[in-house]
């Protein structure tokens, strides 16, 4: 089972495999184009993925990430215990890549509990609007997951230093454009990332 792999000078923390979407770009889709298996036939408990952590030198790493097949804030709770065990005696930038949809999942608005843990949101966006947002990610919120995902970024804001909204760079350009003027609407930075390819 792989909690924590490294990739560059950052440590990742791989914490579930469970989604609410089905995006049409998923990694989890295509398994050959990733090097390490992170399918996970049972979730860590934090404890396990704490000892993983503290069990390694983290003043080499430049961040702590969590990201993994599925979305790490699906188990919000064992994140944000993580981190805080992690920032007790460690200096750590820590992100957290994510869907934007856990105040969906969750029922409620989760941003206050990210204040003085988590450092960075990197939150994909994908479509400039519900309807071409559901057509890719295909979530069970439906239509109600993109205006989700626009309240959690705002919100975060509030809370966490650095918030980013990230794309995919294949992207048709009409729709690239749509997310740069949400973005710029919300004052925070979009970050073109490149699709993996199988
Ligand atoms: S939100 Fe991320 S983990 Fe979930 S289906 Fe889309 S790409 Fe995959």
Known sequence: ???????EDNLYVN???RCPNACRFCIRNKPEAFAHDLWLDQE??????????LAR?????????????????????EVLEIVRRVKEKNKIYVRINTNGLAGKIHRRDVTPQFETLIDGL???L???NAEEYDAVCHSVFGLEAFPAILDFAAKSKAYVQDVQFSVVDCLPPDRL???RKIAAELDIPLKVRREVKA
């Open 1 to 7: 089972m792989i909690m924590t792999y490294e990739i």
């Open 44 to 53: 860590p408990s934090a404890g396990e993925v704490i000892r993983e952590i």
């Open 15 to 17: 914490l579930t495999n």
């Open 126 to 128: 994908n479509a400039g």
């Open 122 to 124: 990197s939150i994909s």
């Open 57 to 77: 030198e983290l003043s080499q790493y430049r961040q702590l990430v969590f990201c993994g097949f599925g979305e790490p804030l699906e188990r919000l709770e």
């Open 177 to 179: 454009a749509a997310c």
